[in-house]
Every structure is written in structure tokens, then in C-alpha cells.
């Protein structure tokens, strides 16, 4: 059968859409497989993965409260810079519909609509950050999972910011010290011209405490600990109720879950 060279690309764009196709319905299904299977080590037991829990229930009950931001803040002398093209973020608010773009439903724009959900780093199982990073300034620790930071290494390249696929990373424009109001000396600071993002609190939690933003909340509607864990404080608080996380079909396996 003599075919035509218009068929030919027609039937080549076709293959290009199938395989695509192909590797989009793979990576929601690994996706899909990482929400409810614990990742393995290397000797087949579930490898301990630090994940966090948000009862956005909770939260809506006390509205206008930053509690766990200022804490946040206070920690880690994250600089408050006035000016939002220079606001450094480690765990902000933002409106649910930017937050869960494909999760509207009448239910949520009655019940968040004015609401704004607190959100930081995913500490993802597969962090786009990490394998973009030219200088390994950012990193993924085996024991625990949490995306980790060295600032003495950032070259202020940005790559990380730019694969990040939730804006869960801050670029220091600025010298952010004068924009911090009570500096914390058990925590360094940082320089202009570095990236900084959410660690979890690991400074907090190799000093058997919690992270700053669980123990400041009010209302109790954090829950932290090893997901790989069933009685941990974080599974007992997502087998009870029904959460989201964001973008999952992307395949990174976001550890911040919002109970809706």
C-alpha cells in the first residue's frame, strides 16, 4: 500500500501521542502504588519516611491564625521581607484552588473559599530538586527522607526552584539578617544569593523534639512521624480521614498530606 508523505506524519504524530500516553498512565500508576505502599529498604522492610499531616478541619476553625508560621519563623530566622518578589518561604498560606487546582468541588468552595491552607516542602520520595542540584548542595537523607540542604554548597543557580514543581523553595535576593527580627543563635542564618526551603525541623528532631510548626498549632492539627509506621501519629491521623496530596501524578510521592 503506496503511502502518502501527509499520512506518514500523520501516523507518526500518532505514535508520538500513544507513547506519551504510555508514560503518563505509568507514571500515575506509580504514583497511585507510592501513596499506599511504604518504600522498601534494601532488605525489604519498609524504610522509615517522615511525613506530615494537615487537618485543614481544624484549621478552619481558627481562622486568621499563623501560629505555626511564627514558629517556623522564629526557628530557623527566616527573614519577613515586605516586598513579594523577595519573600522567603519555608510554610506560607495560599488559597485552596491554586493549592488543589483539579480538586474542586462544591464542598470545597463552601468550606475554603477565604480560607487559605498552609503549605511547605513535600519532602517527596522522588524530589525533582535533588536530581537537578549541579553541586549535591541538596539531598535526600536515607534514614528518615527528608530533603535536606547545604547552604555552604548552593551556587545560587536555581535550577532546584525551577524543577520544583510546588514553589516550595525561596531565593535569598537580598541579605535576608536585617529582615529578621529576633535572631535564633542555635540556627545559622544564611546569605544573599542562596536557596533555602522547609527541612522538616531536622535540627529540632535529632534533639528528640517535634518540629516547630507541630508543637506551636493550637488546635492540634499537625500530626508528624514515620509513615512507614501504622501507629505513628501521622497514619493513625490519615486512616481516620480522607486527605489529599498535591500533584501526585507527577510521580515525585509528596509526604504533606491535607485532611479535608
Not at 5 to 32: C, Y
Not at 63 to 69: A, K, R, T
Not at 177 to 203: L, Q, W
Amino acid at each position: 500500500m503506496k503511502i502518502t508523505r501527509k499520512d506518514f506524519l500523520r501516523l507518526s504524530g500518532l505514535s508520538v501521542l500513544a507513547a506519551g500516553a504510555v508514560r503518563t498512565f505509568e507514571a500515575a500508576k506509580a504514583a497511585g502504588q507510592s501513596a499506599i505502599r511504604p518504600l522498601r529498604g534494601s532488605g525489604g522492610a519498609p524504610r522509615k519516611q517522615l511525613a506530615m499531616a494537615i487537618d485543614l478541619r481544624k484549621c478552619r476553625q481558627r481562622p486568621g491564625c499563623d501560629l505555626c508560621m511564627k514558629a517556623c519563623r522564629d526557628a530557623h530566622n527566616v527573614p519577613v521581607i515586605a516586598d513579594p518578589r523577595h519573600e522567603v518561604k519555608w510554610i506560607w498560606n495560599a488559597p485552596f484552588a491554586e493549592v488543589f487546582p483539579l480538586e474542586q468541588s462544591a464542598y470545597t468552595e463552601r468550606n475554603y473559599t477565604g480560607s487559605p491552607l498552609p503549605v511547605l516542602c513535600n519532602h517527596c520520595d522522588e524530589p525533582a530538586c535533588v536530581r537537578v542540584c549541579p553541586t549535591g548542595a541538596t539531598w535526600k537523607r536515607s534514614e528518615d527522607g527528608i530533603v535536606m540542604m547545604d547552604w555552604h554548597r548552593c551556587i545560587g543557580c536555581k535550577y532546584c526552584m525551577v524543577a520544583c514543581p510546588y514553589e516550595a523553595r525561596s531565593f535569598n535576593f537580598v541579605d535576608p539578617r536585617p529582615y529578621i527580627e529576633h535572631i535564633n543563635s542555635d540556627f545559622p542564618t544564611r546569605s544573599m544569593g542562596v536557596v533555602e526551603k522547609c527541612n522538616f525541623c531536622a535540627e529540632r528532631l535529632a534533639a528528640g523534639k517535634q518540629p516547630a510548626c507541630v508543637e506551636a498549632c493550637p488546635a492540634n492539627a499537625i500530626a508528624f512521624g514515620d509513615s512507614s509506621d501504622p501507629n505513628s501519629p501521622v497514619c493513625l491521623a490519615l486512616s481516620a480521614s480522607f486527605s489529599l496530596r498535591r500533584k501526585p501524578e507527577l510521580g515525585t510521592g509528596p509526604n504533606v498530606h491535607s485532611i479535608v
